[in-house]
T-cell receptor, first 114, second 111 residues
Framework: EAGVAQSPRYKIIEKRQSVAFWCNPISGHATLYWYQQILGQGPKLLIQFQNNGVVDDSQLPKDRFSAERLKGVDSTLKIQPAKLEDSAVYLC????????????FGEGSRLTVL | ELKVEQNPLFLSMQEGKNYTIYCNYSTTSDRLYWYRQDPGKSLESLFVLLSNGAVKQEGRLMASLDTKARLSTLHITAAVHDLSATYFCAVRPNTGNQFYFGTGTSLTVIP
């Protein structure tokens, strides 16, 4: 079974530029999550999708971050314009969506904002 | 605000020794998960604990859950260098489908 795929693995941009990250979850997983992990901290939820609908985006900085999951499969997370404090690893995870399911993570996309 | 606290944050231990990592949380939950993260890598699922009193063991690691105390422990027996990593606990409140992660415990096992 293929795991969660993410790209790009690394991205360096200057502040005020834009960036987009892509995620393809495990086949059949209805729930998809984007987490932000700052160095030395635990993952922080940005947005959660159930199929193609948003379940929770309460911690997503909507003035600069956006995410979509068209057709309920893969997803894109965009940052525009980026700030220095956005430097982090952006982790995509998926689960079957049932109440007891665990999260499966991708390798992450490491963003450096200069 | 929901809190998930781990202690210690940093742990340096000698090979062969035993130690316990603690995870306290502030919500009603009987769904607790432990993950391992190696440097520069993603998170790998270790244990899924889904009821009060649940205990799971895999090799030198054993995890338990006390939902009444809102506490989970990850016990390390006779540590080996390969266990060096950062360990995270994550809680799913009984209401909702979100995962809330702890601060992480960075474990270094010294030969």
């Amino acid at each position: 079974e293929a795991g969660v795929a993410q790209s790009p693995r690394y991205k360096i941009i200057e502040k005020r530029q834009s960036v987009a990250f892509w995620c393809n979850p495990i086949s059949g997983h209805a729930t998809l999550y984007w987490y932000q992990q700052i160095l030395g901290q635990g993952p922080k939820l940005l947005i959660q999708f159930q199929n193609n609908g948003v379940v929770d985006d309460s911690q997503l900085p909507k003035d600069r971050f956006s995410a979509e999951r068209l057709k309920g499969v893969d997803s894109t997370l965009k940052i525009q314009p980026a700030k220095l404090e956005d430097s982090a690893v952006y982790l995509c995870a998926s689960s079957r969506g049932v109440l007891l399911g665990e999260l499966f993570f991708g390798e992450g996309s490491r963003l450096t904002v200069l | 605000e929901l809190k998930v606290e781990q202690n210690p944050l940093f742990l340096s231990m000698q090979e062969g020794k035993n130690y316990t990592i603690y995870c306290n949380y502030s919500t009603t939950s009987d769904r607790l998960y432990w993950y391992r993260q190696d440097p520069g890598k993603s998170l790998e699922s270790l244990f899924v604990l889904l009821s009060n009193g649940a205990v799971k063991q895999e090799g030198r690691l054993m995890a338990s859950l006390d939902t009444k105390a809102r506490l989970s422990t990850l016990h390390i027996t006779a540590a080996v260098h390969d266990l060096s990593a950062t360990y995270f606990c994550a809680v799913r409140p009984n209401t909702g489908n979100q995962f809330y992660f702890g601060t992480g415990t960075s474990l270094t096992v010294i030969p």
